[in-house]
Structure formats: structure tokens, C-alpha cells
């Protein structure tokens, strides 16, 4: 029988009060955004909003918690932005969205930093048992991000990079769930050649976790060819953007199969409508009946992509409408 | 050659046979008196009232036209003194709008994204008034900077409408009844702020549709520009000649004119303003500098077609700094027409010859 989590990408708004004394504290310019060593203040501000992200998301019954990434000043480049082999400069459009992040700059040999990690350990304590989910930017679109000075060769680049994020998996306290955002799968595409080192990537971070790694591309659909790399990675789920794309979503799965467990993008993380739940458990069993006899072990309700896109109020609501909508989806199934 | 939609704002006064129109974008530094004066009102405690602030902001907008007419330019603005943000003080007038709070666009700068949660509807005038108190104000043609239906629909959350072309063409019926409005009122020459163009330029198609709307019915001789900023212009040149508006604003001065051959072919068949001023470096160029900016418009098309501006709004700049950009930037333009009144000025236009041709 199928199970329902519902959950999250992660990268979450910060709350209002944190939006004015993180502003106050940091300032606004991009030499004031996080470089991994900040002090006692800011820490304690964070720390703050931390909690009650991991509130919210208990409060509205989500079956994952994932710390929120509220310091993640550079959106999914964050990682590589504290880390000392990288300099940041200036600030740059992030994907097509009016959003910008400063490019991080390889310049010597990359090393973990641990500062995920150490997030985690937070947020471990914070959830008192709850399942935890790590969030990370996917090694493909990580590299993507950022811009290589250090390793001359894209395909080094992208086996450091994958490296580097192993590294960051390793140091991670235990988890249930592993999200590995890969935008750039749609937004760039791999090309040949390209698509077959980017699975391997995705293949190697995957690999050093036990926990069940979910790999959501999103803004739209998987090029055929892509989505069937991907598949021969050792991973748990796909995630499918249905909000920006139904149709190829659908044409792939049914044309190269998916692996057990799925996610599901259908509630919107980049608009302020909020979908009512018994709207997106139709749509889970509408995208069971396109697919007829598949059965799938875990189905993943979330939101399609991060959701530090929405004010902080219908960011909630959004997280109360995705538990729902699971409990709605357990009971039809039962 | 002349160019009468352009010389109708041609001062009486001006002394050379040459006239590059010189103006601005349209946002300028708010006096901190201003900003003080909107805590205080915004303050439930201070006694400091609607009228009080109505007040502060008569001022202000007083105040920063007189500057723009003393550093000599040819069209004023008020320096959108009354305005907060440019999508929010749209959407705060427009029926169907809601706010939920704050979102970030990078760092800890954020805005108050708003929702179009219902039919979007015109309900009262959003700019005659600063208008008809700039245009009093002043002896000067008034400029009025108004932002385009498609970045009003592109940076608002869309709960209401199938897709973003389909509110894009709502709004832009809501423009033009505001322009429309503004052109009773006496306004001659407007411009349309379109900087989500730029972000997404596989979009100038239904850019160019609602400009066909918003200009529907509008008398022949008002001005109308557009200003696009912070692009890649190769991706909507020249697609963007097609578009029924007089003028294109154009930030060229930041890249340094990297992106001016761009402009150069096909032949460019509007009249060019010409970001001659960085709007983001805190530092004034000098008159000679501007000078040479200046001519790099005169590659692209012949003083006839030249208007003369900075980059984009100078909010961001410290006050002083912005006044002179702007007191230089006339110096410049006057010098640069007295050269071409004396025939000292050869600069050759269009297309470079290709140099294995």
C-alpha cells in the first residue's frame, strides 16, 4: 500500500520579525550576506527563526522536517559560499526569477565545510524525534551556480563538486530523507556526454547517505533523455514539477518507468493562491490513474520548488494545505 | 532634418540650432526630512497626521523639481517623490490588488510583492494629481514615468487570471485609461517603465501588444517612450522597432557601451534616449566624459533622433552626487551642440564595415 509524506524542498521565508533584525543586523549589501562565521547576534536571530520554521511545520502536521535553510543568503549556491576555497562576487540573476545570489567562484580545491551539517545537528534537537529531511542543491545544479576557476575541465568541475557534496553528506547527523534540488537539470540541460556524468554525480552524493534520497528537478519537465540518466542513478524518488508542466512529467514517467518511491510538485511554491487540500489529492490520484497500473511504495506531496518565493503567511498556509492533503490521500487509499 | 513630436519641448530660450532634449528616467533621493516625516505619520503615537504629510510630500515634490530645473534640464519629473516603490504604488491604486507581506529579492532586501487576487479595475486617477502639481510647479515640460502593464503583472503573484499575457492585457486597458486621463490633464510626454523586459525578453511580443493598447486613441503629438534597463538589448532588438512608442530609454552607461553596436543594425528608426550617467556609481562624471558618452548615441542615430538621460532612476544615489550627474549632464549635452552647430563633431553611423570586407 502506498504511503503519503508530505513535505518540502525547504529554503523557507524567513519570518517577518527576522526579515527586520537580520536586515538591521547584517545590513544590505552583498559583503553583508552570510560567509559562514557570523557572530553571536545574528547566530542567536537565526537560531530564533529556526525554531519556529520547525514549529510551523509540526504545527501543520508535515511528515518530514527540514531546518528551513534560512541562512541561505545564496539560495541553493549557499554551500559553496562558505566555503573558503570560493569567492563571492557579484550579485547575479538566480534562474528567471527576479532573485539574485553573489556567484561563488571556485578557486582552489574545494573542501567541506560541515556548515550544513551543523545546521542539522540544530535542527536534530529542535525536532524531538520528528523524521528529519536534509536538503541540499544537487551536484549538477550546484555547478551550475557557480563559476570554476580552480579545475579548468567541466567534467572535473562537476566530479569536485560532487565531491564536495559527498563530503557535506558525510558529516550529516542521521536522517530519514535526502532532497537533492536539481533546477538546472530543466533550466540548463545537460547535453551529451553531459547528462550520463551528471547522473553519476547525482549517483555518488546519493551514495553516501543511507537515508532515502529524493532528486526534485523543477520549472518544468526532464528531457527525455536526461530523466533516463537520471534513472540509472542509485536513488529513492524523482521529484515531477506538475505545477509548471503535466504533460511531459507524465509522457516520461510512463515512457521510461520511475523508481519506487515519487514526489509530487503540486502545490505552487511561487504563487500566493492556496490550493485547497481535497484539489491536490485529486490530482495525486489523477496522476496515479494516468499512469494505470503502477503502485507506487512512497508518494511525496510538496511543493514544486523552494518556498522563500511567498510572504511568510501563505508559506504556512501552504505547509497546513501539503499535510492535509496527505491525510486526505492515506484515507482515499485505505 | 527635424523632428517635431521631439522640438514641441524645445525651451524658447535654447540657443543652439542643435537641441538634444535632456532629461531623467524619473525616481531621484528623497530628502530624509521626507522619509522622517513618513515615520512620524506612519507612527500611531505622533500627532503627525495625513494632512501633515500630504504636506511633507508637496514639499519634497516641489523641492526636487526645482532642483531638476536648476541643474538646467530641458524635462522635469518630480522625482516620483510621492511614490514608494514603483509596482506597489500602482497596485495599491488598482481594484483587485491585495498585500501579504514582504519577499525577498536577494540579501535582506525585500518588497512587498502584491497578489492580483480578482478582476483588475480602474477605479481612481493614480498620477493626475502629481501631475497637475509638478506641471504647476514648473514652467518646464513635465515628464510622467508610468510602469508598464507587463512588469505590473510580472513581479505581482498571479492568483486571478489563466496567465501573465492575459493580466499583462488587462493592465495595460487600465494604463491607457490613465494616460488618457493625464493627456485631458495636459501631459505631453510619457514614459513606460518596462524592466521585467528585459528579464525575460522572449516576452517583447506581448509587450509590444499592450503597448498597441495602451497607445490606442492617444492624440498623435504626445510622447510616449519606453524604458527598458539591466538586459541582454541583442535578445529584443530589433523586434522592439515594431513597437508603436516614440522613444526608447535605453541604461547603456553602466556596461560602458558594450551593448551599443547592438542598436547599430538594423538602422535604429526611433528616437534613442541615451543613458549617459551610471545610475549605480556613487561618483559625478565629468562634463568631458558625459561629453563622450553623449557621441556614442550619435553612432547610433543622427541629434535629431538623441534625447539625453541618465541610466535609470538615481534614487539610490546620495543626493548631492545625483545633482551632479545631472548639472553635468546638460553642461554636456549644450557643449556637445554647440560642436555640432560648428560642424567640429564627425562621427560616423551605423553598421561598422566589417573589416575583411
Not at chain 1, 221 to 247: P, R, S
Not at chain 2, 5 to 15: C, I, S, T
Request: proline share 5%; aromatic share 8%; with cysteine.
Amino acid at each position: 500500500m502506498t504511503e503519503y509524506v508530505s513535505t518540502t524542498p525547504g529554503l523557507y521565508p524567513l519570518p517577518d520579525w527576522a526579515k527586520d533584525d537580520l536586515s538591521d543586523l547584517k545590513g544590505h549589501q552583498k559583503h553583508d550576506l552570510i560567509s559562514g562565521d557570523e557572530g553571536e547576534a545574528i547566530t542567536a536571530a537565526y537560531e530564533e527563526a529556526r525554531d519556529e520554521v520547525i514549529g510551523v511545520q509540526q504545527d501543520a502536521g508535515l511528515d518530514r522536517v527540514v531546518e528551513g535553510q534560512l541562512r541561505w543568503d545564496d539560495m541553493l549556491a549557499h554551500p559553496l559560499a562558505v566555503a573558503d576555497a570560493v569567492e563571492t562576487r557579484g550579485i547575479v540573476r538566480y534562474y528567471d526569477n527576479n532573485n539574485f545570489y553573489r556567484e561563488p567562484v571556485v578557486q582552489d580545491d574545494l573542501e567541506p565545510t560541515g556548515d550544513v551539517a551543523s545546521e542539522l545537528e540544530a535542527t536534530a534537537e529542535l525536532a524531538a524525534g520528528d523524521d528529519l529531511q536534509a536538503v541540499l542543491p544537487g551536484p549538477y545544479s550546484l555547478a551550475d551556480l557557480a563559476t570554476d576557476e580552480q579545475y579548468g575541465d567541466e567534467a572535473d568541475f562537476l566530479g569536485a563538486i560532487a565531491d564536495f557534496l559527498e563530503g557535506e553528506v558525510d558529516a550529516f547527523p542521521e536522517h530519514e530523507t535526502l532532497f537533492l534540488l536539481e533546477p538546472s537539470l530543466v533550466e540548463n540541460a545537460p547535453e551529451d556526454g553531459q547528462d550520463e556524468r551528471a547522473s553519476e554525480a547525482i549517483d555518488q552524493v546519493a551514495s553516501a547517505t543511507d537515508a532515502d534520497v529524493v532528486v526534485q528537478p523543477y520549472w518544468g519537465a526532464l528531457e527525455e533523455k536526461v530523466y533516463a540518466h537520471l534513472l540509472d542513478a542509485d536513488i529513492d524518488a524523482v521529484g515531477f514539477d506538475f505545477v509548471a508542466n503535466q504533460d511531459d512529467n507524465l509522457y516520461n514517467i510512463q515512457e521510461y518507468g520511475a523508481p519506487d518511491d515519487i514526489a509530487l510538485g503540486l502545490a505552487d511554491g511561487q504563487n500566493t493562491l492556496v490550493e485547497d487540500p481535497e484539489a491536490i489529492r485529486d490530482r495525486v490520484e489523477w496522476v496515479e490513474g494516468q499512469l494505470g497500473v503502477t503502485e507506487f511504495e512512497t508518494v511525496y506531496l510538496t511543493t514544486n520548488t523552494e518556498t522563500f518565493y511567498l510572504p511568510y503567511g501563505k508559506y504556512v498556509e501552504k505547509l497546513e494545505v501539503l499535510a492535509e492533503a496527505a491525510d486526505l490521500a492515506e484515507v482515499t487509499a485505505a | 532634418m527635424t523632428n517635431e513630436n521631439k522640438d514641441q519641448f524645445r525651451p524658447p530660450e535654447h540657443d543652439s540650432d542643435h537641441f538634444l532634449l535632456t532629461t531623467v528616467v524619473g525616481s531621484y533621493p528623497k530628502p530624509k526630512w521626507l522619509n522622517r516625516a513618513k515615520e512620524l505619520y506612519e507612527d500611531d503615537d505622533h500627532g503627525f497626521d495625513a494632512d501633515d504629510y500630504q504636506e511633507a510630500k508637496d514639499d519634497a515634490s516641489r523641492l526636487i523639481t526645482n532642483e531638476h530645473e536648476r541643474a538646467g534640464l530641458d524635462v522635469v519629473v518630480d522625482g516620483e517623490m510621492r511614490r514608494n516603490e514603483m509596482v506597489e504604488f500602482f497596485a495599491h491604486r488598482i481594484d483587485g490588488y491585495e498585500f501579504n507581506g514582504p519577499v525577498k529579492v536577494w540579501g535582506h532586501n525585500y518588497f512587498d510583492k502584491p497578489s492580483v487576487v480578482s478582476e483588475v479595475e480602474y477605479d481612481d486617477s493614480w498620477l493626475v494629481d502629481e501631475y497637475e502639481f509638478t506641471a504647476d510647479a514648473s514652467d518646464r515640460p513635465v515628464k510622467v514615468p508610468i510602469t508598464g502593464p507587463y512588469t505590473l503583472a510580472n513581479w505581482s503573484f498571479n492568483e486571478a487570471y489563466e496567465d501573465d499575457d492575459e493580466l499583462t492585457l488587462e493592465l495595460a486597458d487600465l494604463v491607457n485609461e490613465e494616460i488618457e486621463k493625464l493627456v485631458d490633464a495636459g501631459a505631453r510626454y510619457i514614459q513606460i517603465d518596462e524592466p521585467a523586459l528585459a528579464t525575460t525578453p522572449d516576452d517583447h511580443a506581448i509587450v509590444g501588444e499592450a503597448l498597441e493598447r495602451i497607445v490606442a486613441d492617444l492624440p498623435e503629438d504626445v510622447r510616449i517612450g519606453l524604458h527598458v534597463c539591466y538586459g541582454d538589448y541583442s535578445r529584443i532588438y530589433p523586434e522592439i522597432l515594431e513597437f508603436p512608442v516614440d522613444e526608447f530609454d535605453l541604461e547603456l552607461a553602466n556596461g560602458d557601451y558594450d551593448q551599443l553596436d547592438v542598436f547599430k543594425d538594423p538602422e535604429f528608426t526611433k528616437d534613442l534616449a541615451l543613458g549617459v550617467c551610471d545610475a549605480h556609481v556613487a561618483e559625478v562624471e565629468s562634463v568631458e566624459q558625459i561629453e563622450e558618452n553623449i557621441k556614442k548615441g550619435l553612432e547610433v542615430v543622427p541629434p535629431e533622433q538623441l534625447v539625453v538621460s541618465p541610466d535609470c532612476g538615481v534614487k539610490l544615489l546620495p543626493r548631492e552626487v545625483a545633482y551632479g550627474k545631472m548639472a553635468n549632464m546638460v553642461q554636456a549635452a549644450r557643449n556637445v551642440e554647440d560642436d555640432l552647430d560648428a560642424g567640429t563633431i564627425d562621427i560616423e553611423r551605423g553598421a561598422p564595415t566589417p573589416a575583411d570586407d
